[in-house]
Structure formats: C-alpha cells, structure tokens
C-alpha cells in the first residue's frame, strides 16, 4: 500500500472516528451506542497501525510509540463503556480520561514527525503539538478531580479534524518540495556504523531506558501507593484510599504506562535479539505483549475502586466493593504473571545463544523468569503463599536493564570514536 493511499485510509478514520464516538456517547447505556464506541476503538486501532506502518521506516520509535498510544486509547475507551453499566460514571470518566492522556502524549512525538516528513506545513504541526498539549493538560486536571470541561480539548479536536481533511485529500505526502537532507534515508544512514549494529544499539537503548522508567512508575506506584494503602482489612482500606483518592489516581495511571512501556521494551527486545533467533524473540515479544494485555485488564479493577471511591456514597457496600476489585487486580495480574516468567526464561535463553550478552547475564534472567513463574504457580495453588520467589531473583531484570543501557552508551561513543568504521558484533566479556 503505498503512503498516499494509507493515508487517505488515515484520514477516513480520523473523521468516521469522531462521528462514531459522538453519537456513541451520545447513545450511552443502549446497545447501538455500545456498538459504535467498539467501532472508533477498531478505528483508533486502524489509524496507529496505517501510522506505524507509514513511519517504521524512517521513525521506529515514534511509529511504535503512536501505536501503542493508540491501542491503549482503543482499550481504555472500550473498558469504558465497560465500567459505565457495570460500575458508574466515576469509573468511567477515569477510563476515558486516561484514553485521552494516552491520546495526546503518544500524539506529540508523532506531530514532530509529521513535521520532520514534511507530511502537513510547519504551523499544522505546531498547532497539533500545542494542541495536544493542552488535551493532556486537560486529562490529568480532570483526573486530580478539576473539572476543566471541554475548552482544553477544542485546539487539539479542531486538529484532528482538520488533519483528517488533509490526509483525505492527499495522504502521506510532503507538503511542499522536501530540501536536501530534511527526511533522511534510514538504510544510508545506517550504513556507515552497519545497519546491524546500529539497529542493535537503538533497540537496547529503547529497551534499557524502557525499563529504566517503568522501574520508577512502578515503584512510586505500586510500592509507594497501593502496596501502602492496602491492608487485609476492607473498611480500613476503603478508608485510607477514601483519604489519598488523587494519589491513587495517579498510581492508576502510572500502572497504565508500565503497561504501555511493557508493549515498547518487549518489541525492542525482540529487536535486540533478531539476529540470534529471530522466531523466538518474536515469540518472547507476542509473550509480555499477551502478559501487558492482562495487566491492564488487572488495572480496569483499579479504576473501577477508583470511580467507586469518586462515586462514594458512605453505604456499607462501599467498602466490600471497593476491596473485592482491589483483590481481583491482584489476582489477574498474579495469572499474567506467569505469562512473564515465560517471557523472561525465552530472553534468557536468546541471551545464552546470543554472540553479545554475558552468559552470566543470561542464567540471570532465566532465574528471574523462574522465580516469576514460581510466585504465580505457587499462588493458584495455596491461597495463603507467603513465598514472594521474585522479591530475590529479580535482580536479573534490573542487571538486564542497566547492561543494555551501558551497551547502547558504548556503541554509541564506538561510532563517534570511529564514524567511517564497520565492526561485526563480537561476544562480550563476561
């Protein structure tokens, strides 16, 4: 397909998108709205995958940033309409203003993009960036709880809108004559380091930064806010979140993009890892993508206590229906779980055959697949397991990450060091 033709595919969606999820919205709590907010989902979808596949060439990271910004719109909106009949308004408007967050960060790399290929003129793409700027402002106040209404959305809608029109008229294209040197050629500009070694170096340096940030989110998260709030008790952990509602907003939405960056750092392992065996490291990628799906089916658990909590009438309820959803996201995500450990033991096991990672490294990792593995398992089985495997063997994910990083620093000071010298990948000492 060629970039013209995806995108005036793009652009279609851009404008049908905007009719089906107003008249969806509209239609909320009937059969046909439900239907149509599921259609705009497939059609968000649709748009990150033309995008991707019209920028993966010249900007890999942005592409698959866009694209999963996209698929967790696509899931948070449809989870929406989910929690509005089984739970509320409250837990629905969280889910649809995390869809909007994902919409405008994961929007404005891609606007900067669409600047670089000269696919709309400069001052569309500022005005898409601002735009989108101003949503994610929006988002986040409405998710503290500031009511802001729809005036932050308007400059990044009108966007939209207009960029569809453009895209319907004449797809991927430059807008105007592209001067020398404006859109690089990725294969030239690969080949004076070797395209392998560079694509080898980009793919660690996005898996160890990767990493490096969902280490943080989710540990402000996870340990910082739920681990803290949440207690054996129910009425006592109604309580504490009643007191520190933001804060668990935010964890929310922190675990949202572990998530998302789950999806990135598996991609850009299997990235690493192609030249080893590259079956398997699709695989171990299709793997932690599966495991990132659960997960975020775990964290609609959350938003839906969330939206309880904003919704809160002090009813006796409140409290056993708040900690149930609490104690089913920890279960979900103890199941995907298992997924990881999987996903982990095949990086080992690319890691041990590759020419590159130590192969102390390797056992490293496979001990922490093992462990995540052992924690889930042990968990289906008894109840009570108080056994926590991982709280030990995941140091090998971390050594992993900080080893990338330091061997995406390292080639990148080679190739400066040496810009006109190609070496082939050599086994590095343990």
């Given at each position: 397909?060629?970039?013209?033709?995806?995108?005036?595919?793009?652009?279609?969606?851009?404008?049908?998108?905007?009719?089906?999820?107003?008249?969806?919205?509209?239609?909320?709590?009937?059969?046909?709205?439900?239907?149509?907010?599921?259609?705009?989902?497939?059609?968000?979808?649709?748009?990150?995958?033309?995008?991707?596949?019209?920028?993966?060439?010249?900007?890999?990271?942005?592409?698959?940033?866009?694209?999963?910004?996209?698929?967790?719109?696509?899931?948070?909106?449809?989870?929406?309409?989910?929690?509005?009949?089984?739970?509320?308004?409250?837990?629905?408007?969280?889910?649809?203003?995390?869809?909007?967050?994902?919409?405008?960060?994961?929007?404005?790399?891609?606007?900067?993009?669409?600047?670089?290929?000269?696919?709309?003129?400069?001052?569309?793409?500022?005005?898409?960036?601002?735009?989108?700027?101003?949503?994610?402002?929006?988002?986040?106040?409405?998710?503290?709880?500031?009511?802001?209404?729809?005036?932050?959305?308007?400059?990044?809608?009108?966007?939209?809108?207009?960029?569809?029109?453009?895209?319907?008229?004449?797809?991927?294209?430059?807008?105007?004559?592209?001067?020398?040197?404006?859109?690089?050629d990725e294969a030239s500009s690969s080949a004076a380091a070797g395209?392998?070694?560079?694509?080898?170096?980009?793919?660690?340096?996005?898996?160890?930064?990767?990493?490096?940030?969902?280490?943080?989110?989710?540990?402000?998260?996870?340990?910082?806010?739920?681990?803290?709030?949440?207690?054996?008790?129910?009425?006592?952990?109604?309580?504490?979140?009643?007191?520190?509602?933001?804060?668990?907003?935010?964890?929310?939405?922190?675990?949202?993009?572990?998530?998302?960056?789950?999806?990135?750092?598996?991609?850009?392992?299997?990235?690493?890892?192609?030249?080893?065996?590259?079956?398997?490291?699709?695989?171990?990628?299709?793997?932690?993508?599966?495991?990132?799906?659960?997960?975020?089916?775990?964290?609609?658990?959350?938003?839906?206590?969330?939206?309880?909590?904003?919704?809160?009438?002090?009813?006796?309820?409140?409290?056993?229906?708040?900690?149930?959803?609490?104690?089913?996201?920890?279960?979900?995500?103890?199941?995907?779980?298992?997924?990881?450990?999987?996903?982990?033991?095949?990086?080992?096991?690319?890691?041990?055959?590759?020419?590159?990672?130590?192969?102390?490294?390797?056992?490293?990792?496979?001990?922490?697949?093992?462990?995540?593995?052992?924690?889930?398992?042990?968990?289906?089985?008894?109840?009570?397991?108080?056994?926590?495997?991982?709280?030990?063997?995941?140091?090998?994910?971390?050594?992993l990450m900080v080893w990338l990083l330091v061997v995406a620093a390292?080639?990148?000071?080679?190739?400066?060091?040496?810009?006109?010298?190609?070496?082939?990948?050599?086994?590095?000492?343990?």
């Amino acid at each position: 397909m060629s970039l013209r033709t995806r995108g005036r595919f793009a652009g279609a969606l851009f404008l049908s998108a905007f009719v089906a999820y107003g008249l969806g919205s509209a239609l909320a709590g009937q059969l046909v709205g439900s239907a149509l907010v599921v259609l705009n989902s497939a059609m968000v979808t649709a748009i990150g995958v033309l995008a991707f596949g019209a920028l993966s060439r010249a900007h890999p990271a942005i592409a698959w940033t866009y694209l999963v910004a996209r698929g967790a719109e696509a899931f948070l909106l449809t989870a929406g309409m989910v929690l509005l009949d089984s739970v509320g308004d409250g837990a629905a408007d969280i889910a649809y203003q995390a869809a909007m967050l994902s919409l405008s960060l994961g929007s404005l790399p891609f606007c900067l993009a669409l600047k670089r290929q000269r696919w709309v003129p400069n001052w569309l793409a500022i005005w898409g960036f601002a735009g989108y700027a101003l949503f994610a402002t929006g988002a986040v106040a409405e998710l503290m709880g500031v009511s802001v209404g729809l005036v932050l959305a308007i400059p990044g809608g009108l966007f939209e809108f207009a960029f569809g029109l453009l895209l319907l008229a004449r797809g991927f294209a430059p807008s105007g004559a592209v001067p020398p040197g404006t859109v690089p050629d990725e294969a030239s500009s690969s080949a004076a380091a070797g395209p392998g070694d560079a694509r080898a170096q980009r793919a660690a340096l996005a898996a160890g930064a990767g990493l490096l940030l969902m280490v943080v989110l989710a540990g402000l998260a996870n340990f910082g806010v739920v681990d803290r709030l949440v207690s054996t008790d129910a009425t006592e952990t109604t309580t504490r979140l009643l007191s520190n509602q933001r804060a668990f907003v935010l964890a929310v939405v922190a675990l949202l993009a572990v998530a998302c960056l789950d999806v990135l750092v598996a991609w850009a392992l299997r990235a690493f890892f192609d030249d080893t065996h590259r079956a398997v490291a699709q695989l171990s990628a299709w793997c932690r993508t599966v495991y990132a799906v659960v997960f975020a089916v775990a964290i609609t658990h959350l938003i839906a206590a969330a939206g309880l909590l904003r919704d809160a009438a002090a009813t006796d309820q409140l409290s056993s229906r708040v900690y149930a959803r609490v104690t089913e996201f920890e279960e979900i995500w103890s199941l995907g779980l298992t997924v990881f450990g999987v996903h982990l033991l095949i990086i080992g096991w690319l890691a041990w055959r590759s020419r590159t990672v130590p192969t102390w490294l390797a056992v490293l990792v496979a001990i922490a697949g093992a462990g995540y593995l052992a924690d889930s398992i042990g968990a289906l089985y008894s109840a009570p397991y108080p056994v926590q495997v991982a709280a030990v063997t995941f140091v090998g994910e971390v050594i992993l990450m900080v080893w990338l990083l330091v061997v995406a620093a390292r080639s990148r000071g080679h190739r400066r060091s040496n810009p006109d010298t190609v070496r082939p990948r050599e086994k590095q000492p343990a």
